[in-house]
């Protein structure tokens, strides 16, 4: 059993219940309510599983770089608590149930799969050679939804599913904000290492301006979506709940004091992506 906690500390696999709602939210919306026990288990299992995928993946790719960082050397990984066999076997065994969760849902869901794992892995590869890396996470996370939508629907490509890549949307520049913000606190050692990333390339400054822009292009998308699914009064108060949010993210974090980083990144992240789940489902049932 110890491997198996040590595996899931190195992931942080508890953030997984705060990542969820980005597939509940594709899944919730393309089924107009409550989609199947069957889809909502196994997209569940699948968006655990992706998020294993990538996150093992991540640490594996970047254990070089986090040891020569103070902030990353403790991680399991680096300290040596976890061995790189058994975080390969962990990884490894997400991708086969990723698979099969896949394959439970449908057969678009496992057409696509390949693409997804392209994003999941290859987004640990993109910051050493393009500052955009940061869009490219949130486009990886963005996928979630998608994949959700596509799971329920088994369509992606008519107009009907306009929700499903204005959700894509929502969240690549939703997370790419966040992690424009959460970068800030690795400058110097980006620089060390010839990593690519906005706030070494532009500066702290322009990155938490980039990340405003970012989320409030997030909340010009959250608007269409309201608009072109009609929802009613708590799909806007829970909007107007994730603006207050965004704004008290933005003042906790100043390009001379970046000791509130932590409380922005997970903690808000996490507030909003509740509060958008909680104002979809009271949208679909209070009409």
């Not at 994003?119 to 990886?140: E, Q, V």
Request: neutral net charge.
């Amino acid at each position: 059993m110890k491997p198996l906690r040590d595996f899931l500390e190195l992931i942080k696999f508890e953030h997984t219940i705060f990542a969820l709602p980005f597939a509940y939210l594709g899944m919730l919306i393309a089924a107009n309510g409550l989609p199947t026990w069957h889809q909502f288990l196994w997209i569940t299992i699948a968006m655990a599983a992706a998020r294993t995928v990538a996150m093992g993946f991540n640490r594996i790719a970047d254990r070089y770089i986090d040891a020569r960082n103070p902030r990353t050397a403790n991680r399991p990984l680096v300290s040596g608590k976890i061995s790189l066999r058994t975080a390969w076997f962990g990884t490894i065994l997400a991708a086969l149930i990723l698979i099969m969760a896949a394959a439970q849902l449908g057969r678009l869901p496992l057409i696509l799969l390949p693409g997804a794992f392209l994003f999941l892995i290859g987004y640990s590869y993109t910051k050493r050679f393009t500052w955009l890396t940061h869009f490219l996470l949130g486009f990886t996370d963005g996928l979630a939804p998608v994949g959700a939508w596509v799971a329920v629907r088994s369509s992606l490509f008519h107009i009907s599913d306009l929700p499903a890549w204005l959700l894509l949307g929502i969240v690549t520049f939703w997370i790419g904000g966040f992690d424009l913000i959460y970068a800030c606190q690795d400058v110097e050692y980006d620089l060390q290492d010839g990593l690519q990333s906005i706030p070494a390339r532009f500066g702290i400054n322009i990155a938490l301006y980039l990340s405003i822009i970012a989320h409030l292009i997030s909340v010009i998308l959250l608007i269409c979506l309201g608009v072109f699914l009609q929802y009613g009064l708590p799909y806007w108060i829970g909007l107007f709940i994730t603006v207050v949010l965004f704004i008290w993210e933005h003042n906790l974090v100043k390009p001379d004091d970046l000791s509130h980083i932590d409380l922005a990144f997970f903690n808000i992240n996490s507030y909003i992506s509740v509060t958008l789940f909680a104002a979809v489902l009271g949208a679909l049932y209070i009409r």
